[in-house]
């Protein structure tokens, strides 16, 4: 026999109900809470149901749910609501794509502009577009990846853009029309050897 199996034996002849009669109400509640964690069936229950319930609190009275409803609107009309950080004043917001392109006629240091995935509109682009052709500082201009298709004539506008503006060396759009796409791919073999 080996000495695992001995070690077995010596608790086969234990009487359990004994050791949990000596047991005090505090240490059967921990035994209790022990084993219910211990149960491998205790995930397949629902959620309400895995834990024991812990409130030790005995019920204040009936409850009266019309009362209750009553006392909630009390204090939800008696409590003030904080402040609006951007107290709001009735103006319209600028759409992005025009605040970009006014941005564009001011600024004369930026030199890259990411706009992509921001969907934008085709009217939008039309304004960045126009934009960037007074603006000579600008060498990158990434507007792929926009909300939807911009159109021919925006596809246009770019390559017209593009030819423009020979200060523009990096061009982020993928085109659908062969028309512009040529334009464009000439446009910045130019604007890139102008700048060499």
Excluded at 135 to 154: F, H, I, S
Aim: aromatic share 4%; with cysteine; glycine share 4%.
């Amino acid at each position: 026999m080996s000495s695992y199996q001995k070690e077995l034996e010596k608790y086969r002849d234990i009487d359990e109900d004994e050791i949990l009669r000596t047991l005090s109400p505090e240490e059967l509640e921990q035994l209790d809470c022990e084993l219910q964690e211990m149960d491998p069936e205790n995930m397949l229950l629902p959620a309400g149901l895995r834990q024991r319930d812990q409130t030790k609190k005995s019920p204040t009275g009936p409850l009266d749910r019309d009362a209750l409803l009553q006392y909630l609107e009390q204090q939800a009309l008696e409590v003030k609501e904080r402040d609006d950080l951007v107290p709001f004043t009735g103006e319209k917001k600028v759409p992005a794509s025009q605040a970009v392109a006014g941005m564009l006629r001011e600024n004369r240091s930026l030199q890259s502009l990411n706009i992509e995935s921001n969907f934008i509109s085709s009217t939008g682009l039309m304004a960045v577009l126009k934009a960037v052709r007074e603006n000579a500082t600008l060498t990158e201009l990434r507007v792929d990846n926009q909300r939807q298709w911009p159109g021919d004539a925006v596809e246009m506008e770019m390559a017209t853009v593009l030819e423009q503006c020979p200060s523009i060396v990096r061009f982020g759009y993928h085109f659908t029309q062969q028309g512009p796409r040529a334009r464009a791919a000439q446009a910045m073999t130019r604007n890139n050897e102008l700048r060499k």
